[in-house]
């Protein structure tokens, strides 16, 4: 025979945990091989290293001639897995979730045809085929997952306890189909821990407390010396009374063990005893104990052997304990009649029905108290999501969030040069309001400026500005306002005026009073000041803050729906154990996240056309640029932020702390990215960090088209940090998602 799985000293560990402690055994090829033992003995566990979806952390197994350690992928091919619990999909109905199996495996349409008609017969499933597989009783629903197990026609297939939770009935048909499919040449791993589906399998290896303890045929392991030593025999005894007799069966001299089997008595005795040392217990009419001698049954072996595995622990722990006992005995207390320290004797009967306790209002609270505490004490995401976020809320709005707007992007394109306009020049950059961020020289650089959003205010110096002051006419100076966020742009209209008016009243001081000459003359000869600051609003010349707040929400909006609508996907899946399913698949990394994300990406851009719809028609916020390179760049910041989505769901195991992570992405993203407050008001520190916050980007390149007609020349800083930021959150996703169990 040839063997498909070959296990030597196989271990796994998880932390201190050693689940697997060193199993050897080997499956042949055809064989119905069941792994037994009780729960949390490391049947799962074997079964997960063998499929390649958990990494062994000592000795190598290998299955079908693949190691599972390196050649996991290659094993998965050609294995079929059916988990303990029901890992299918139970919104999908019976024919989808083996159509979906059959494609996961790469079958062609032709060949899932014929294997799906194929397995519909073998399970009988028929008649179920439009119906949720949510809906299915427990015996269907394990037919329907072995039909997933098999669609492919796997060499081996892996069924961790498939029988747990469904009725006889269920479970002798689920094993007909094993017993159908072990015929047809396909290698069965079971593990159970029902002694009578133990009988039906061909070979059966039992683990206990992470050892293997025997591994063989049933018929080989019922004739171990250790299971009916030297010297003893094994009986059953019939009796109408069972459950009364077995105290004084097991109190007999010579019995080693007895123990109630149905309606009969399974003893061990040493083979002193004869039949009619039995029939003697019995004081009833004669005849009605019946005594048989019998063979070791497969529940007998493993009973013993467990319970010789559990006496050389217990030995080893009382060696190492009993010298500290034998040093302080206990002593008896032994109190006389008359001893007033003995304790007093209290009655046994109850108390009558009015003197009982009553729960008082507060019953049980301690107990939940303590209870809710434990489960905060190990929840490590909650004591974060607690303590972090008041901190980050605190820095936030008392540190980085300044509402007095200061230091406003200006340029200034300077026509005349001469000592008087520089002087203007100086008198804007010697506020505190504006702040000159680059010399402009033409008409070109100076509209580039506002369109790519680099400056709010420009200020353009007349070439005669000079001249007209020494022939004491007013002069004009144009102030051009990005009107895109009324609060800056309120402030700058408000700063330039004050300042207009403070250069024009300095000039007058060395006029006289009652001097018939004035500093200036309007265009009719009126008396007016020597400047006149003349403000424009750009954009948003009425000031209407939905210009300015609505495009952004069309970035926090996107941000927000794939955020977590993804990483509730995955995190889901994962949950369900539909994901440990998938992992046993040949679907590759890629394909299952890209596959994953691909729905939501698409229902993403839905929400964006939905809400620029919204904008455009029911806020009366016109788009002003190209609405093609607004969409492409929509897209790129979805795919980012699918990629967040992808990123919390490798940190989250379950739902509840992928909500906390989510929040603690999309706090920064509201407060800290311009959508609110002005980024240039923030100390350096919080500012450098808003160029790591992906939405910091998509906001300024919605402003821009959306208010300015910026292209993407004039947005291409924005754009590029945009892809950086999408490239580094798809990476590290792809490196922290792993295609195995942690």
Known sequence: MTAVIEVDQLTREFGNLKAVDQVSFTVQRGAIFGLLGPNGSGKSTIIRMLCGVLEPTGGAARVLGFDVATDAELIKRRIGYMSQSFSLYADLSVRENIEFYGRIYGLTPEKLEQRFQEIIELTSLQDRLDQLAGNLSGGWKQRLALGCALIHEPEVVFLDEPTAGIDPV???????????????????????????????????????????????????????????????????????????????????????????????????????????????????????????????????????????????????????????????????????????????????????????????????????????????????????????????????????????????????????????SRELQDAFANTRTFQIIEPVYNHEDFRNAFESGRAKVGVTIPPDYSDRLLKGEQVAVQVLIDGSDSQVATTALNASNLLGFNLSTSMTKSFAENLNVVPARDAEGQPALPVEIRPRLLYNPDLDSSHFFVPGLVGIILQLVTLFLTSFAIVRERELGTLEQLFVTPVSKSGLLLGKLAPYALIGFVETLIVLTLMVFFFGVPIHGSLWELLLLALLFLICGLGLGMLVSTVARTQLQAIQFAFLIMLPSVLLSGFMFPRSQMPLPIYLVTFIIPVTYFLEILRGIVLRGADLVDLLPYVSGLTLCCIAIIGISLKRFQKQLS
């Open 170 to 420: 269920a479970r002798r048909d689920l094993w007909d189909l094993l017993f159908q499919l072990a015929g047809q040449g396909v290698t069965l791993f079971v593990t159970t821990h029902y002694m009578d589906e133990a009988e039906r399998c061909s070979d059966v290896g039992y683990i206990y407390n992470s050892h293997l303890i025997v591994c063989g045929k049933p018929g080989e392991l019922k004739q171990l010396p250790t299971v009916t030593p030297e010297g003893t025999a094994r009986w059953e005894i019939e009796t109408e009374n069972p459950a009364t007799l077995l105290s004084a069966f097991r109190d007999m001299q010579g019995v080693r063990d007895a123990t109630l089997f149905g309606q009969t008595i399974h003893i061990l005795a040493d083979q002193s005893l004869s039949e009619d040392d039995f029939v003697n217990q019995e004081s009833g009419e004669p005849g009605s104990v019946q005594v048989r001698p019998i063979t070791p049954s497969l529940e007998d072996v493993f009973v013993t052997l467990s319970r010789a595995e559990e006496l050389n622990h217990q030995d080893t722990s009382v060696s190492t304990t009993m010298t500290a006992s034998q040093k302080q005995p206990e002593k008896e207390v032994q109190a006389s009649p008359g001893d007033e320290s003995a304790p007093e004797q209290k009655p046994s009967a109850r108390r009558p029905a009015a003197e009982r306790h009553t729960p008082g209002i507060m019953a049980g609270f301690w107990a939940i108290l303590v209870k809710e505490f434990s489960h905060v004490r190990r929840e490590p995401s909650t004591l974060l999501f607690v303590f972090a976020v008041p901190v980050l809320q605190t820095l936030i709005f008392g540190f980085a969030i300044d509402t007095q707007i200061e230091k406003i992007p200006t340029v200034i394109f300077n026509l005349d040069g001469r000592a008087s």
